[in-house]
C-alpha cells in the first residue's frame, strides 16, 4: 500500500472522485455530477491505494501558504478500521509541512471529530450544519508531524 498525490483529472482522481460520490455525497442525498467542480483543479488531491493501485481512500487539500483546509476525506468501507485513514492524514501533514504549511484547518463532521482528535486536532468553536448534518471546525498545527 502506498501513498500518492494526485494529477486532477488522471484516472486515479476519477476514481477518487467515484470514491468521494459514492461514500460522502450520495448517503447525504447530494450527487457529484450536479456539482461544480471545477475549482478543484486549484487543489491538491491525495490517495493511498492498495496493493494493486486502486485508490482506497482521498482527501483534499485547498489553499496554499501557513493555513490550508482538508476536505472530503474519504476511505472506502472495506478497509475502515485498519489506521488507512491516520496514514492518509499523516502523509498528507507531512507533504505539506515540506510545502511550508504550519496550519491544517477542516470541518469534521460530528461523527468523525474522534478521529481526528486523536491525531491531535483541536476543536475551534460550536457545531454548525454544513450539507445538511453537523460538523465542528478543527485545526492542527503542524510544528511537528507526531505520526
Known amino acids: 500500500m502506498s501513498f500518492t498525490p494526485l494529477t486532477f483529472h488522471s484516472e486515479q482522481y476519477k476514481i477518487s472522485l467515484e470514491l468521494r460520490n459514492n461514500h460522502l455525497w450520495k448517503p447525504l442525498g447530494l450527487d457529484m455530477k450536479d456539482a461544480d467542480l471545477s475549482n478543484e483543479k486549484n487543489d491538491r488531491h491525495f490517495a493511498w491505494l492498495n496493493d ?37 492524514l499523516c502523509k498528507i501533514e507531512d507533504f505539506m509541512i515540506a510545502k511550508g504549511s504550519a496550519r491544517i484547518e477542516l470541518h469534521a463532521q460530528v461523527q468523525a471529530a474522534g478521529f481526528y482528535s486523536k491525531l491531535g486536532y483541536k476543536k475551534d468553536g460550536e457545531e454548525f450544519i454544513e450539507v445538511g448534518i453537523p460538523h465542528i471546525k478543527m485545526f492542527r498545527n503542524l510544528l511537528c508531524s507526531t505520526c
Open 52 to 88: 494493486s493501485d486502486k485508490v482506497i481512500a482521498s482527501a483534499i487539500i485547498s489553499g496554499s501558504g501557513d493555513i490550508v483546509k482538508l476536505r472530503q476525506m474519504v476511505v472506502h468501507p472495506d478497509y475502515q478500521g485498519k489506521k488507512i485513514g491516520k496514514k492518509l
